[in-house]
């Protein structure tokens, strides 16, 4: 009896040894997460300090220079795309939009690997004076910090890690950060989807959430409908009944199309801007609105629109004339079986530094470019590889959780390895 169970003793102690070994983080990683630590906050300021609004150009510029430099010395063959010439339009599009940064790494492997982020901002040129970048305890502050500039620094401190770790089994690791995402990237969406298709895995780093360190397996599609209403003018004291009042007729749609949202689907619906009329004592004879749009599911904006264009038909002025125009923005992003086997990955890479990592499988509400690397294929793509932040979008509370930059960059790092190694299945 002690005969045969011994070589099962043998055999569970090996078993258990080389779990235990497989278990422990790689100590190489994890020492060079701890060294860039603080070169990583010095990118953040730089970053943070160069105001680069959506519209900002000059500064879009400015930062996409930087961008490259930093890429092409650590040994990426680097371009700056002019996506002007191929610009989807929108009801807000600018004429032009700042240039993207792509940077290619070419190793001995065969997988490729997408890294994404966005360099534009929500924020209005000469904001930055009264909020430069500071580090007040675990909290590092800045214009953008969290949307998407830790995105940015993630990604360069990522690949320079794999850089000294000697690491290049992948087949191609390409960076790429565009600088149109907050309006809809109405200029890279085209360029963001072909590469998506070409590459096994996209890894996109917005932020996590400050109150849980999270990957998004989905994001949610953003539209718009715009409501023009066109009346008549006439005096508002002597003659009221000569004119058709397009404020009437505007308040009339908003408030039919006000409760077409529905909680099952996931659907919301909602008006946000509204202007009438040019005097007090004119009837306006114009008037606009426009709403809010998400969507969890790609098909469900055909079902909104069709709602939109129907109510819109039904007038309360038969002589207004109402045109209701509805903008599909953005796609959602639909957890695709590739995208949950990446994140389960993900998940035990984290076990690996005794950390849990949540994985979100509903969207949130907002909406980023990981749809756009995931139209139209089913390749892996997750959301949320940035730095755990709060804030975004707000005038003086955006922020990152210095502590997120440790374990964000191991995790970042170790994926690419491990996508490179064929580990992910």
């Known amino acids: ?71 092409k010395a650590l040994g990426g063959e680097v371009q700056l795309v002019d996506v002007s010439n191929d610009i989807y339009r929108m009801q807000d599009t600018p004429e032009k939009v700042g240039r ?21 901002t929500v924020y209005l040129k000469g904001m930055l004076e009264k909020q430069p970048f500071r580090v007040d305890g675990d909290k590092a502050y800045g214009l953008a910090i969290a949307d998407d500039k830790q995105g940015i620094a993630t990604i360069i401190h990522t690949v320079a890690m794999l850089k000294e770790l000697k690491f290049d089994d992948y087949g191609t690791l390409t960076v790429l950060i565009n600088a149109d995402e907050e309006i809809s990237s109405p200029g890279s969406r085209k360029l963001i989807a072909k590469l998506g298709a070409e590459h096994d895995v996209t890894m996109s780093f917005e932020s996590s959430r400050s109150n849980s360190d999270k990957l998004s397996l989905a994001t949610a599609g953003i539209g718009a409908v715009t409501l023009d209403v066109q009346g008549r003018a006439s005096h508002a004291g002597s003659a009221p009944e000569k004119g058709v009042n397009a404020l009437y007729e505007m308040a009339h749609q908003v408030t039919q199309m006000s409760k077409l949202s529905n909680t099952e689907t996931g659907v919301k619906m909602n008006w946000t801007l509204a202007k009438a009329g040019t005097n007090r004592n004119v009837i306006p004879d114009q008037a606009q609105a426009e709403a809010d749009v998400r969507v969890l599911r790609a098909a469900d904006y055909d079902g909104i629109e069709r709602q939109v264009q129907e109510r819109s038909a039904q007038k309360l002025l038969p002589e207004s004339k109402v045109t209701a125009i509805f903008e599909r923005r953005r796609p ?33 509400g907002g909406g980023t470019d990981a749809a756009f690397a995931a139209q139209g294929n089913s390749r892996a793509v997750v959301e949320r590889f940035g730095l755990q932040g709060f804030g975004a979008h707000t005038k003086d509370a955006e922020y990152i959780l210095v502590d997120s930059i440790e374990p964000r960059l191991y995790l970042a790092a170790r994926m690419v390895m491990d996508v490179a190694a064929g580990k992910v299945k």
């Open 1 to 71: 009896m002690k005969l045969r169970i011994l070589p099962l003793i043998v055999s569970a102690a090996f078993c258990t040894a080389a779990f235990a070994a497989q278990a422990q983080p790689l100590e190489p990683v994890l020492a060079q997460a701890k060294q860039h630590k603080a070169p990583l906050l010095e990118t953040l300021k730089e970053l943070c300090n160069i105001e680069s609004g959506s519209r900002d150009l000059e500064g879009l510029d400015k930062v996409a220079n930087l961008i490259a430099g930093r890429l």
């Open 332 to 364: 959602p992003l639909e957890a695709s079986a590739a995208s949950k086997a990446l994140a389960s990955h993900a998940q035990a890479v984290y076990r690996e530094i005794g950390r849990e990592l949540v994985v979100d499988p509903v969207a949130e």
């Open 100 to 120: 993207v940064v792509r940077a290619t790494f070419k190793g001995r492997g065969t997988k490729n690997i997408m890294m994404l982020a966005h360099m534009d």
